[in-house]
């Protein structure tokens, strides 16, 4: 398409090429050009057009697209196979639908908003139009151990990372999914798992992730505990850059698992842990002091009475 090529050329390039350029370029008229450059601009490419001297992409505004993301991803073994949709209920249903008919270990799925995103303990992750990074990575057991919370923990570090490559800002890691900058949460990650019938074995883990990323007014319930990058950045957001260094880090993270290297760096982001925090398993509740992250991902903490307990975060939900 006409269109994705000159949004190609404009990004690669980062330099203003005129009209004529362009047309000689693709092979098409003029008018076909400044066609398409109304196209990316509808879709929120902030493009600037000047009579004299031709077309800008000054930044990406609100759009999402997924020819830049496979261009930022280059050589990436993640992300080959990419699928964008401008709606869905929830990447991770999508994901696990692909999964179920055998997708491909990286297999990757984007939506520029969501009906029913799902967050964990069978809440709802709040996924508004174009506000939001909401991404779904298939990853098959066979080249990594299924271990839910070891690769949960990872993908945490890994955004948090990715997060601080995109915007100037400090990510927090509050145990063991969610991520936090200054005192609300930013992201969110569901891990879940498919489960082979005939061995029980883990047949695909579906990583899902929502990035808070557009300027924009939480509703009620959410404002005094979710946050935005554009509400905490003077600049832009690239959703595209953002989506490829989180399937970077997360690839390069997942050959790497077994070193556990990320272990640390989740302990140096966490936000809870030194801390009081209350703990909520099933219908109880109780406080107690966050004290350490052990080597399989689970949070130690010291209770009222003075035990240790290993949390598994299957079975809780933590508030500071
Ligand atoms: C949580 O905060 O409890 C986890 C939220 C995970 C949200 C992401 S958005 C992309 C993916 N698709 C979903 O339906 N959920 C995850």
Same mark, same amino acid.
């Given at each position: 398409?006409?269109?994705?090529?000159?949004?190609?050329?404009?990004?690669?390039?980062?330099?203003?090429?005129?009209?004529?350029?362009?047309?000689?370029?693709?092979? +098409?008229?003029?008018?076909?050009?400044?066609?398409?450059?109304?196209?990316?601009?509808?879709? @929120?490419?902030?493009?600037?057009?000047?009579?004299?001297?031709?077309?800008?992409?000054?930044?990406?505004?609100?759009?999402? =697209?997924?020819?830049?993301?496979?261009?930022?991803?280059?050589?990436?073994?993640?992300?080959?196979?990419?699928?964008?949709?401008?709606?869905?209920?929830?990447?991770?249903?999508?994901?696990?639908?692909?999964?179920?008919?055998?997708?491909?270990?990286?297999? +990757?799925?984007?939506?520029?908003?969501?009906?029913?995103?799902?967050?964990?303990?069978?809440?709802?992750?709040?996924?508004?139009?174009?506000?939001?990074?909401?991404?779904?990575?298939?990853?098959?057991?066979?080249?990594?151990?299924?271990?839910?919370?070891?690769?949960?923990?990872?993908?945490?570090?890994?955004?948090?990372?990715? !997060?601080?490559?995109?915007?100037?800002?400090?990510?927090?890691?509050?145990?063991?999914?969610?991520?936090?900058?200054?005192?609300?949460?930013?992201?969110?990650?569901?891990?879940?798992?498919?489960?082979?019938?005939?061995?029980?074995?883990?047949?695909? +883990?579906?990583?899902?992730?929502?990035?808070?990323?557009?300027?924009?007014?939480?509703? %009620?319930?959410?404002?005094?505990?979710?946050?935005?990058?554009?509400?905490?950045?003077?600049?832009?957001?690239?959703?595209?850059?953002?989506?490829?260094?989180?399937?970077?880090?997360?690839?390069?993270?997942?050959?790497?698992?077994?070193?556990?290297?990320?272990?640390?760096?989740?302990?140096?982001?966490?936000?809870?842990?030194?801390?009081?925090?209350?703990?909520?398993?099933?219908? %109880?509740?109780?406080?107690?002091?966050?004290?350490?992250?052990?080597?399989? @991902?689970?949070?130690?903490?010291?209770?009222?009475?003075?035990?240790?307990?290993?949390?598994?975060?299957?079975? !809780? =939900?933590?508030?500071?």
């Amino acid at each position: 398409m006409l269109k994705d090529k000159i949004l190609r050329e404009l990004y690669k390039t980062r330099i203003m090429i005129s009209g004529e350029a362009l047309a000689e370029k693709f092979g +098409v008229s003029r008018n076909a050009v400044w066609k398409s450059i109304k196209q990316l601009q509808n879709e @929120g490419f902030a493009i600037a057009a000047s009579t004299n001297k031709g077309y800008f992409l000054e930044n990406c505004g609100k759009a999402l =697209s997924p020819i830049l993301i496979k261009e930022e991803l280059g050589e990436s073994a993640f992300g080959k196979e990419l699928y964008y949709f401008p709606e869905l209920n929830s990447t991770n249903l999508k994901a696990k639908e692909l999964a179920e008919n055998g997708c491909a270990h990286g297999t +990757v799925v984007i939506a520029a908003s969501q009906t029913a995103g799902k967050g964990r303990l069978g809440r709802q992750f709040y996924s508004p139009r174009e506000k939001g990074l909401y991404m779904s990575i298939v990853v098959r057991p066979e080249k990594h151990p299924g271990n839910a919370m070891l690769i949960t923990s990872m993908c945490a570090a890994a955004t948090a990372k990715a !997060v601080e490559a995109v915007a100037p800002v400090k990510v927090y890691i509050k145990w063991v999914n969610d991520l936090f900058i200054g005192g609300k949460k930013v992201c969110g990650i569901l891990t879940e798992a498919g489960i082979k019938l005939e061995d029980q074995s883990i047949d695909y +883990v579906v990583i899902g992730i929502g990035v808070n990323c557009g300027k924009q007014t939480f509703p %009620a319930e959410l404002s005094e505990i979710a946050t935005s990058l554009e509400n905490e950045v003077p600049v832009p957001v690239n959703k595209n850059r953002l989506a490829a260094e989180i399937i970077k880090n997360i690839s390069a993270g997942l050959a790497d698992l077994e070193s556990k290297k990320f272990l640390g760096d989740c302990r140096k982001r966490s936000n809870i842990l030194g801390k009081p925090i209350t703990v909520f398993r099933g219908e %109880a509740q109780f406080p107690a002091i966050a004290l350490d992250i052990d080597d399989s @991902g689970a949070l130690l903490i010291r209770t009222q009475d003075g035990q240790t307990l290993a949390l598994n975060s299957g079975e !809780v =939900s933590i508030r500071l």
